[in-house]
């Protein structure tokens, strides 16, 4: 990976600090497996950052180190530490981090399905001790970045649409009066036209609310038009990151990750010479 110490943290301004950095991070699941081998990576203050990769590469496990939900799964980081604001979180539990400012919104949203939309946007601030008036100020100033969520206020959330239940859990997240969020996959199962809208929508919460994000997405020609940085994933390893412009402008990235072919590539058979290709692992 690249020198971080003459640049600005990725995604953020020239005068940002790293708001998450992660150092040589490594996640052994059951004791035995694996997953995450020294991955190094940063957000910086108000920016967008993605995690691009395969399945399998260790996206959705990279958030989850961070939210410490890794231990859910009978997951542990074993190396490595996390820094949240300057202060290690990767001992604490996700109901310590959510207080702290960052809080992970899952793949597959997960919403309550026998709960109203309104419902469950309330149970985002079951952290927040400020009243019933704050967080009824916070419930309207959701509903001004999620219009359809007000229509749909009082319909049960197992009964919406998906792109619907993908913005009630952000509302949701917004509700923790965040610093951070954490967004796993959020293009997943969802229609080109409501992806737009929902990646619209998070940079329009980055730039008014000041809120950074980190996002693990599959979609990576979504992805690196909202981000403003990027790392790549392959098999628990960062093999490349850099400005999201850079990564979108480079061969390898076009050919395995945009599907877009070199001029040389005469047909999809070439994939066979993939590890041989690839600058990264060769």
């Excluded at 003459?6 to 694996?34: F, Q």
Aim: glycine share 10%.
């Amino acid at each position: 990976m690249t020198d971080t110490l003459a640049r600005p943290a990725p995604g953020a301004t020239a005068d940002a600090k790293p708001i998450l950095a992660l150092k040589n991070v490594e996640v052994i699941y059951d004791h035995v497996i694996l997953v995450l081998k020294g991955v190094s990576l940063e957000v910086g203050e108000g920016g967008i950052v993605t995690i691009l990769g395969a399945n399998g590469a260790g996206k959705s496990t990279t958030l989850k180190a961070i939210s410490n939900l890794v231990r859910s799964e009978r997951g542990e980081v074993t190396k490595g530490s996390i820094e949240f604001r300057g202060e290690r979180v990767d001992g604490m539990t996700p109901n310590d981090l959510v207080r702290r400012g960052c809080i992970q919104v899952m793949e597959g949203r997960h919403c309550f399905g026998h709960l109203t939309i309104e419902e469950n946007l309330l149970t985002g601030a079951f952290t927040r001790g400020d009243g019933r008036a704050a967080v009824a100020s916070d419930l309207e100033r959701v509903y001004t970045y999620f219009p359809r969520l007000k229509e749909r206020r009082a319909s049960l959330a197992g009964y919406t649409s998906g792109g619907e239940q993908q913005m009630t859990a952000i509302g949701r997240a917004l509700m923790s009066r965040p610093s951070m969020i954490l967004l796993d996959e959020p293009s997943m199962g969802l229609a080109p036209q409501i992806v737009e809208q929902i990646f619209e929508i998070v940079r329009d919460i980055n730039t008014k609310e000041g809120v950074s994000f980190l996002l693990a997405e599959q979609n990576t020609n979504v992805a690196l038009r909202y981000a403003g940085y990027g790392y790549i994933l392959e098999n628990g390893r960062v093999v490349m990151d850099g400005e999201s412009k850079s990564l979108r402008e480079n061969e390898d990235v076009k050919e395995f990750y945009l599907g877009i072919g070199g001029a040389d590539r005469k047909s999809f058979r070439d994939v066979k010479s993939y590890k041989r290709r690839k600058r990264w692992l060769a």
